[in-house]
Nanobody
Framework: QVQLVESGGGSVQAGGSLRLSCAAS????????MGWFRQAPGKQREGVAG????????YYADSVKDRFTISQDNAKNTVYLQMNSLKPIDTAMYYC?????????????????????WGQGTQVTVSS
């Protein structure tokens, strides 16, 4: 099994920044892709950003492109999500996911998959 632990959420005013971390443990050799998803109350879970660990290819939802940056630290089995210029619409529970999806090479990685491993989530609240 794979365990994912997120940290770094919190409350911030619009225009501010936060950095989320997701540390993976367990059978990490199974992980080829890691990503961040979010879910606001009453809405479906949506993919925000992802990274294919071999090669470091990154993928972003249009809504966060140029504001969010995903990165990896292979030595720590950790991925980060740097979130800048935050907006109230970014308010949601943010979940880390990891897995071995088909080799899409495109934003299909950001569709939630049942076979992804999921973290417990960390709340991000952006006030206006």
């Amino acid at each position: 099994q794979v365990q994912l632990v997120e940290s770094g959420g919190g409350s911030v005013q619009a225009g501010g920044s936060l950095r989320l971390s997701c540390a993976a443990s367990g059978y990490t050799y199974r992980i080829k892709f890691m990503g961040w998803f979010r879910q606001a109350p009453g809405k479906q879970r949506e993919g925000v950003a992802g990274i294919y660990l071999s090669g470091g290819y990154t993928y972003y939802a249009d809504s966060v492109k140029d504001r969010f940056t995903i990165s990896q630290d292979n030595a720590k089995n950790t991925v980060y999500l740097q979130m800048n210029s935050l907006k109230p619409i970014d308010t949601a529970m943010y979940y880390c996911a990891a897995g071995d999806p088909p080799l899409y090479g495109d934003n299909r990685y950001l569709s939630p998959r049942q076979d992804y491993y999921w973290g417990q989530g960390t709340q991000v609240t952006v006030s206006s």
